[in-house]
Structure formats: structure tokens, C-alpha cells
């Protein structure tokens, strides 16, 4: 206990913003990559600002101070290059743990390098940040530089950026009175907005930021600290947890995990990064339910290799989906655990030599069975252990039931994704004009987008109507940027072949019925007929099973 006391040593700082922004800004504290990146909406920013204008409180910053480590951290910080480490100073090295949103956004808009628009591309997300946000004289109200050609001509607008430096401010309102006359501005209104920008430089450069500063070289405090902070809000991934408590000056797991997703193929590279540390966790122990942090981070920091391995393991499962099952996306997994335990078992075996079939059905078992869906603890442990004995010993049937796919299309449903796979591995496609279609590719460009639905729910529909349109029958694999001219073929093309039409599930019935206003016939028999395939499908796969459970070759 008294360990832990010292370690939590602590002193209470009261900066300035503007202290705290220039440390930031020359480095001097710093935001380790084991936060998450800058994150932050438009509106939130919006509410900082309003509350250092409102002289209302904003919270306090956590940052640690160790003379022992030091992180790999996040290059920029708002849209500010940050310099690199220098010599520690008397107090070590200071990382920020609990603040980072909040001084990204002053530090990108009350330091702008300039009062111009400076718009950034984030390192780590995808959509570009407005740090140049001004402040409405008129209106009394903080606005984007993106929204300023909403605005009238004659508003006066005051540049955050200059906020913290009085001169700037002075500057500034000397050249709005320069543009009196142009803009009909009467000397009661500069007045006016001269106060206010006064208050509100004032206002920012009397603010002050309550630190807590941790002084401890133990980073599993440290970094736990973070997390039960951090949990308050957006929930922290474990890989955010793992990468700080194994970090070294020559490993950093959260670069790794990103250097490992860049070897998968494409439409797996944004895998989450838990799936993988799921992998080591089996790699760690036989059971995975029962490897906690601590024992995966003992794991980690004890041999990197296991990192390896792991990616090692996935790349086989993730190869062997792709061109047995053709899930050439992630997204379109029907449970992550299967991708899970696979990667495991080929992980364990290396270069041990097995039949690929034995797997394969187990996939495709599981997945219609959803047995990772509601099943108990146990079932999934016996899920693994058949993994472990392939190829299996004895018999045992464990396709108990007769499963069918649900009425409703819902591409988030597991067994709509395996009904969506085997679409794809058992059809052969064509077009109207009877020209082959490669569905491989158009799952792979589009994705559970490539199951078009054909028909809009009609006006006045009948409830049967209503869910008739929601249900597999009006769906159709094909380019969904063709889907008028499939359903102009359909309603008009007299020649249709029997292929095209075999390969659609269409029956005459419902080409008949279609073609006569009875949408709801066709969808209804184009159910039907789906629902006797997929069970046929079902019955393939379950007879696989049980030959391969008693011993036979598939």
C-alpha cells in the first residue's frame, strides 16, 4: 500500500490557458498514442469556447510525470507540429492522461500559426478539423471559418487566434474601424464590439486550468489510472490499455497491431485491433474467456513473437474464408469469433499439415447454427474443442436443428450473412443478356450492398406487402447501380433465359404473377423457392458433417 501512496504523489497546479497551451505547444507536455486520436464534433468544441466565455469550468487535466519512460506520442497535437523530446526536465517527462480533446481544440484555435483558415487533414481519422473558428461581434456567438460565407458582409468577426495577445486584439478591431465607412459601421457599434473583444481577450487570458500532476515510474498505475478516467466517457478499447502497459523503446503494440493489419488483404485491413489480441490471448492459454489483461500483457512483454503468431494464424483463416467461403471482406463475417478461434488453431499447428475441408464445414456449421450468437459458455467451449480435435474422432451429430434463414433481410443477422456467402459460392450469374457476372467481385466492391432490393414498398401496401418487401425474396445479387434495368427486364423482356432466370430464383409462377401486378405472388414464391434452396444447402453441408464426424473423406 505505501508503494502505491508514494507513487501517487501528487501536486496541484493552476496555469494559465495560455501556460499551458505554449508547454503544449514546445513539447514540454506531451499526448502518448495510447490515447485515443483527436475525436471531437463541431458542437462540443463550440461548448468548450462558450464555457471559457461563460467563465464556467471546464475541468481538470490529469498529466503524469515519470523520469523513467518515455512514450511514443502523437506528432501533432491540433494542427501544431509538437518538437521533439529534449532533455527531461527537473520534473521528467510530462504526458498529458486526461485532457487531450480539450487542449487540442484551444491549442488548435487560440495558437493558430495564423489568423488565416488553417484546415488540417487528422493523422488518425478520416474527416479534416476547421481550427479556425472566429468569434461574432455582432451576434456574440463562435463560428467556423466553413460558415463564414453564411454570414453577412457586415458582421464583425474577431479571430480566436488573436484572443490571447491584447495587441492582436487591438490590431485587429483598428483594421474593422478602417472599414467603417465601406461597411455603413457607425461609431456607436465600434464601441461597442471593441468592448466585447476586450472582454473576451480578458476573459481567455485570465482563465486558468486546474493540473493534477502524478509523479510515478510505475507505468501500470499509470496507464490503469487512464483507463478507469477514460471510462467515464467514451468507453477505452483494451488495445489502448494493453499498448501502454507493454510499451518499450523498441516495441510499441498499437504500431505493430497497424503494420500487421497492412499485410491482410484487402478489405481486411480495418479489423479491430481486439480481434487480434483475442488470437494471443488463445495463444496464452488454452481457454481465452480465461485470460484476463494482466496475463495477455505478461504474455506480450515476455515474448513480442506472440504478436507474430498471432497475425501468422489469422492470415491462414483469413486465406482459407476467402477462397472457401469467399468472406472477402471482414464486414461480412458472420461471427468475429469464428475468425477468432480458426486463427488460433492454425497459430498452434504452424506448419502442421490438415484437411482445410474439416474447417470449412465447421464454419459454415456455426454460422448457421449461430451457435456464438445465444449459446452458453459451454457450447462455445465445445465449438473450440471440435477446432482442436479436426480431424475428428467418433461420432457425434451436431447438426440438431433444421435451420432456415429469417423472413426479414438484415444483413446484421449471422445466418443472413452465411445465407449471403453461399449465394455467392453456388451461383452461377448472369445478366439478362445472358453475359456471366463475376459475384465474387461485386461482393467484394459492394459488399452487403451488392443484395439489392429490388422493389420499393409500394403506397398503401397490405401489411403482408409491407413485409414481404423486407424479406430475402426482394433481394437480388447484382450491381446495385443496375437494379432499374433488372426490373425492366423483368417486367418487359419477353426472351429471358431460363439460366438468367434460374440463377435470379425466379420461377414462371412468379415471372407470371410479376409481370401481371402481383408483386406480392412474386415475393412471395420467389421465398418459397429460396427457402427450399437454402434448406437443400443445409442438407449438403449437414451430410458433410456427419461423414466427416464418423471418419469418412469428404
Not at 526536465?89 to 486526461?98: F, H, K
Not at 469467399?326 to 461471427?335: A, F, G, I
Not at 506448419?351 to 456449421?365: G, I, K, L
Amino acid at each position: 500500500m505505501s508503494e502505491n501512496l508514494t507513487a501517487l504523489a501528487s501536486e496541484n497546479l493552476n496555469p494559465s490557458l495560455r501556460s499551458l497551451l505554449e508547454d503544449v505547444q514546445k513539447g514540454h507536455i506531451r499526448v502518448p498514442r495510447f490515447q485515443r486520436p483527436f475525436v471531437w464534433k463541431d458542437d462540443q468544441r463550440l461548448q468548450l469556447l462558450e464555457s471559457i466565455r461563460d467563465n464556467m469550468p471546464i475541468g481538470s487535466l490529469l498529466v503524469w510525470s515519470t523520469s523513467q519512460f518515455e512514450l511514443a506520442c502523437f506528432p501533432k497535437v491540433g494542427p501544431h507540429e509538437i518538437p521533439s523530446f529534449s532533455a527531461p526536465s527537473l520534473r521528467g517527462r510530462q504526458y498529458l492522461l486526461d485532457g487531450h480533446q480539450r487542449v487540442s481544440t484551444l491549442l488548435g484555435v487560440l495558437l493558430a500559426s495564423e489568423p488565416s483558415d488553417v484546415i488540417e487533414e487528422n493523422i488518425d481519422d478520416s474527416e479534416s478539423v476547421d481550427w479556425n473558428i472566429q468569434y461574432d461581434l455582432l451576434d456574440q456567438e463562435f463560428i467556423f471559418a466553413g460558415a463564414l460565407k453564411r454570414r453577412m458582409d457586415n458582421h464583425p468577426l474577431l479571430p480566436l487566434s488573436t484572443l490571447l495577445d491584447g495587441r492582436l486584439v487591438n490590431k485587429h478591431m483598428r483594421s474593422l474601424r478602417a472599414l467603417a465607412e465601406e461597411k455603413s459601421w457607425t461609431e456607436e457599434n465600434l464601441e461597442i464590439w471593441e468592448e466585447r473583444a476586450d472582454q473576451l481577450s480578458y476573459r481567455f487570458q485570465q482563465y486558468r486550468i486546474p493540473i493534477v500532476v502524478m509523479v510515478t515510474d510505475n507505468l501500470n498505475l499509470a496507464a490503469r489510472t487512464f483507463q478507469r478516467i477514460n471510462s467515464q466517457g467514451t468507453p477505452m478499447g483494451e488495445a489502448h490499455l494493453v499498448a501502454a502497459l507493454t510499451w518499450t523503446s523498441t516495441f510499441d503494440l498499437r504500431e505493430k497491431l497497424s503494420i500487421i493489419k497492412d499485410d491482410f488483404p484487402v478489405g481486411w485491413h480495418e479489423l479491430e485491433d481486439r480481434i487480434l489480441l483475442q488470437v494471443c490471448k488463445g495463444l496464452v492459454a488454452s481457454d481465452i474467456s480465461k485470460v484476463d489483461e494482466n496475463q495477455l500483457i505478461d504474455g506480450i512483454r515476455g515474448d513480442n513473437s506472440i504478436l507474430d503468431r498471432a497475425a501468422c494464424g489469422l492470415q491462414k483463416a483469413i486465406d482459407l474464408l476467402i477462397r472457401e467461403c469467399h468472406v472477402v471482406r471482414s464486414d461480412l463475417l458472420p461471427y468475429s469469433n469464428q475468425l477468432i478461434y480458426l486463427a488460433i488453431e492454425f497459430a498452434l499447428r504452424e506448419d502442421e499439415t490438415h484437411s482445410e475441408n474439416h474447417f470449412v464445414n465447421w464454419f459454415w456449421r456455426t454460422g448457421w447454427t449461430e451457435v456464438f450468437g445465444s449459446a452458453s459458455f459451454r457450447q462455445v467451449r465445445a465449438e473450440q474443442e471440435i477446432l482442436r480435435r479436426i480431424p475428428p474422432a467418433g461420432s457425434l451429430d451436431v447438426w440438431k436443428a433444421n435451420w432456415s434463414a429469417p423472413k426479414r433481410f438484415d444483413s446484421r443477422h449471422a445466418r443472413i450473412r452465411v445465407w449471403m456467402l453461399r449465394m455467392v459460392t453456388h451461383i452461377g450469374l448472369e445478366d439478362e443478356k445472358g453475359a456471366k457476372i463475376d459475384q465474387v467481385q461485386l461482393l467484394t466492391q459492394y459488399g452487403k450492398d451488392s443484395f439489392a432490393k429490388l422493389f420499393q414498398t409500394p403506397a398503401g401496401a397490405s401489411p403482408k406487402l409491407k413485409a414481404l418487401s423486407q424479406s430475402v425474396g426482394n433481394r437480388f445479387l447484382i450491381d446495385p447501380t443496375r437494379v432499374f434495368g433488372l426490373r425492366k427486364a423483368l417486367l418487359e423482356h419477353k426472351n429471358l433465359s431460363a439460366s438468367f432466370l434460374r440463377a435470379h430464383f425466379i420461377s414462371p409462377v412468379a415471372l407470371t404473377a410479376l409481370r401481371e401486378g402481383e408483386l406480392e405472388v412474386f415475393l412471395e414464391e420467389r421465398n418459397s423457392v429460396l427457402s427450399k434452396w437454402d434448406l437443400s444447402e443445409w442438407n449438403v453441408e449437414r451430410k458433410r458433417s456427419e461423414q466427416s464426424l464418423n471418419g469418412q473423406s469428404l
